[in-house]
T-cell receptor
Framework: GNSVTQMEGPVTLSEEAFLTINCTYT??????LFWYVQYPGEGLQLLLK?????DKGSNKGFEATYRKETTSFHLEKGSVQVSDSAVYFC??????????????FGKGTKLTVNP | DAGITQSPRHKVTETGTPVTLRCHQT?????MYWYRQDPGHGLRLIHY???????DKGEVSDGYSVSRSKTEDFLLTLESATSSQTSVYFC????????????FGPGTRLTVT
């Protein structure tokens, strides 16, 4: 079945450091790919997405490129801030019944950014 | 923010008791999902709904049932709670027309003693 493997961490960085969180996937067909972020005590919220090969998703200085040849969707940010401290989840869409799109998540990567 | 509420937000219950969690949305979205979040597992899909009275199983459905009698409410029931069902439960909604983004509720922390 479809699956997502992401770097588990935890990852600890200093402010203004470069961030990479690796994500690779296994899927039949061409799923959409997502990065969700979870701040402490909250639900998940979409950070960025890409729906086809070579698409680049970007938001709030984060970006990720859908690489079909390497089945990857790595998350990057050039200069992290303390406010980026959160858990990051990579996910792919999986077709369900009735036109639904289920999400398959990686295990999450906890990022802590120190001042 | 998407209008999704979950109730209760916290619950402690004993092994063997039935428990019902409620997800309520004000967005009129067609699709609703229940996930559980556990350390080392990320989020895993329990059940989902693709319309009123239309539901299907997810990856970890054993021991859970769901019902959706109206668009805005999706109920998750643990028929006889076990300690392995101690978790944080998230509801999510999505609308078909768009990029299939899912909007998540604030979560319910359930402890089974």
């Amino acid at each position: 079945g479809n699956s997502v493997t992401q770097m588990e961490g935890p990852v600890t960085l200093s402010e203004e450091a470069f961030l990479t969180i690796n994500c690779t996937y296994t899927a039949t067909g061409y799923p959409s790919l997502f990065w969700y972020v979870q701040y402490p005590g909250e639900g998940l919220q979409l950070l960025l997405k890409a729906t086809k090969a070579d698409d680049k998703g970007s938001n709030k200085g984060f970006e990720a490129t859908y690489r079909k040849e390497t089945t990857s969707f790595h998350l990057e940010k050039g200069s992290v801030q303390v406010s980026d401290s959160a858990v990051y989840f990579c996910a792919l869409s999986d077709r369900g019944q009735g036109g639904s799109e289920k999400l398959v998540f990686g295990k999450g990567t906890k990022l802590t950014v120190n001042p | 923010d998407a209008g999704i509420t979950q109730s209760p937000r916290h619950k402690v219950t004993e092994t063997g008791t039935p428990v019902t969690l409620r997800c309520h949305q004000t967005e009129n979205h067609r699709y609703m999902y229940w996930y559980r979040q556990d350390p080392g597992h990320g989020l895993r899909l329990i059940h989902y709904s693709y319309g009123v009275k239309d539901t299907d199983k997810g990856e970890v459905s054993d021991g859970y049932s769901v019902s959706r009698s109206k668009t805005e409410d999706f109920l998750l029931t643990l028929e006889s709670a076990t300690s392995s069902q101690t978790s944080v439960y998230f509801c999510a909604i999505s609308e078909r027309h768009g990029p299939y983004e899912q909007y998540f509720g604030p979560g319910t922390r359930l402890t089974v003693t």
